[in-house]
């Protein structure tokens, strides 16, 4: 498994953040070396910990840290012209709160970054891969559902949402011009709703509200009246997708939903939490109003991915959830 990766130099953008870390945590064990990049507006230098020490100098093999800006040329950051052999672009805010606190640099990091990063593996290794984390925001309010890659979306382009909507799907488009007019192997995953260890307990999504406030044994906020629904993929899966991604032949130029298919309402996601947390008490949410175009619906189609990746989620909802609970609540 994972022939091709092994042995070769990877690098990753959002190497600190919530997929970037749990990516390092899963690459250095199969023999990649990892140049990761982060310039820690919203990645957590304490999501590194394990590899690097306080000043952020690796402390272990095949890893090294660079704190740079990754919507900057490459050259800037990469003191001199390093051959990659494969390019993880996995930088960007991404929760709602997030990127609209950041909106400029979310938009500069999916259109610029990716443009300048494509430009340097065209000049560095015009052999080398580039993985674009997409998402299943680029499909903005469905009116298909599930949705499929061959779905082209529903997006308010001037919405609050638009500078990560907008960017993400200008950042495909980029991808989709170095692959069909430059050669370039650039592949898109468009990631759903993930959860697990590793993500900012604070970064406002609904899995980290849900179980801080089940913890803290306050009301669960439920925005809207509980019935929109997600998909949420465990982290651990999302990971497996993304390697095969990046290690399979022939997908140069496909775009692949990488998720789990199974839907809950909100309301029935806080009711797992709830139960999770606090069995045995009453279960009293508090509803609050739902943010500007918060999408309905989101369930992933994943077909293509099952045919071209050969692998379906494993874990289970409530189990990903028992372990993102150990996780935010372990000292
Ligand atoms: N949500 C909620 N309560 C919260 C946080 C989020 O009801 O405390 C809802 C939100 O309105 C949306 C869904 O949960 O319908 C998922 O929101 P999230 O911010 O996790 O990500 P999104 O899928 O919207 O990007």
Same mark, same amino acid.
Not at 75 to 99: C, G, K, Q
Not at 202 to 209: F, L, M, Y
Not at 219 to 227: E, F, H
């Given at each position: 498994m994972f022939e091709y990766l092994q042995g070769k130099t990877v690098l990753l953008? $959002?190497?600190?953040g919530f997929i970037g870390s749990n990516l390092v945590a899963k690459l250095l064990p199969l023999g990649v070396r990892v140049i990761g990049v982060d310039n820690l507006i919203t990645g957590r230098a304490e999501n590194l910990a394990e590899f690097l020490d306080e000043s952020g100098n690796s402390k272990v093999a095949n890893f090294e840290f660079i704190r740079a800006d990754v919507s900057q040329p490459a050259r800037n950051y990469m003191d001199e012209y390093r051959t990659v052999d494969v390019i993880l672009h996995f930088a960007s805010p991404a929760s709602p709160p997030r990127y609209q606190a950041y909106p400029v640099e979310t938009y500069l990091v999916n259109t610029m970054g990716t443009h300048y990063l494509l430009q340097y593996l065209k000049e560095t290794n015009p052999e080398g891969r580039f993985i674009f984390a997409g998402t299943? *925001?680029?499909? $903005? !309010? =469905?009116?298909?559902? /599930?949705? /499929? *890659?061959?779905y082209w979306g529903n997006v308010n =382009? !001037? $919405?609050?949402?638009s500078c990560y909507d907008e960017s993400k799907r200008m950042g495909e488009t980029i991808c989709g011009i170095f692959y069909r007019d430059f050669g370039v192997d650039a592949r898109i995953v468009r990631i759903f709703n993930t959860y697990g260890p590793q993500m900012d307990p604070t970064d406002g999504r609904v899995i980290p509200n849900f179980v801080n406030q089940a913890v803290r044994k306050e009301p669960l906020t439920i925005y809207g009246d509980g019935s929109y629904t997600r998909s949420y993929c465990y982290i651990d899966d999302l990971i497996e997708y993304i390697l095969r991604m990046a290690d399979k032949e022939n997908l140069a130029g496909e775009t692949i939903n990488i998720g789990n298919p199974e839907e809950f309402t909100i309301l029935q996601t806080a009711q797992m939490v709830h139960k999770l947390v606090n069995s045995g008490v009453e279960f009293k949410p508090e509803y609050k109003p739902l943010p500007a175009d918060d999408p309905t619906r989101r369930c992933p189609d994943i077909s293509k991915a099952k045919k071209l990746l050969e692998y379906e989620p494993q874990v289970k909802f409530v189990d990903g959830l028992k372990k993102t609970v150990a996780y935010f609540t372990s000292p």
């Amino acid at each position: 498994m994972f022939e091709y990766l092994q042995g070769k130099t990877v690098l990753l953008t $959002g190497a600190a953040g919530f997929i970037g870390s749990n990516l390092v945590a899963k690459l250095l064990p199969l023999g990649v070396r990892v140049i990761g990049v982060d310039n820690l507006i919203t990645g957590r230098a304490e999501n590194l910990a394990e590899f690097l020490d306080e000043s952020g100098n690796s402390k272990v093999a095949n890893f090294e840290f660079i704190r740079a800006d990754v919507s900057q040329p490459a050259r800037n950051y990469m003191d001199e012209y390093r051959t990659v052999d494969v390019i993880l672009h996995f930088a960007s805010p991404a929760s709602p709160p997030r990127y609209q606190a950041y909106p400029v640099e979310t938009y500069l990091v999916n259109t610029m970054g990716t443009h300048y990063l494509l430009q340097y593996l065209k000049e560095t290794n015009p052999e080398g891969r580039f993985i674009f984390a997409g998402t299943s *925001e680029a499909y $903005g !309010n =469905p009116l298909v559902h /599930p949705q /499929p *890659e061959t779905y082209w979306g529903n997006v308010n =382009p !001037n $919405g609050k949402r638009s500078c990560y909507d907008e960017s993400k799907r200008m950042g495909e488009t980029i991808c989709g011009i170095f692959y069909r007019d430059f050669g370039v192997d650039a592949r898109i995953v468009r990631i759903f709703n993930t959860y697990g260890p590793q993500m900012d307990p604070t970064d406002g999504r609904v899995i980290p509200n849900f179980v801080n406030q089940a913890v803290r044994k306050e009301p669960l906020t439920i925005y809207g009246d509980g019935s929109y629904t997600r998909s949420y993929c465990y982290i651990d899966d999302l990971i497996e997708y993304i390697l095969r991604m990046a290690d399979k032949e022939n997908l140069a130029g496909e775009t692949i939903n990488i998720g789990n298919p199974e839907e809950f309402t909100i309301l029935q996601t806080a009711q797992m939490v709830h139960k999770l947390v606090n069995s045995g008490v009453e279960f009293k949410p508090e509803y609050k109003p739902l943010p500007a175009d918060d999408p309905t619906r989101r369930c992933p189609d994943i077909s293509k991915a099952k045919k071209l990746l050969e692998y379906e989620p494993q874990v289970k909802f409530v189990d990903g959830l028992k372990k993102t609970v150990a996780y935010f609540t372990s000292p």
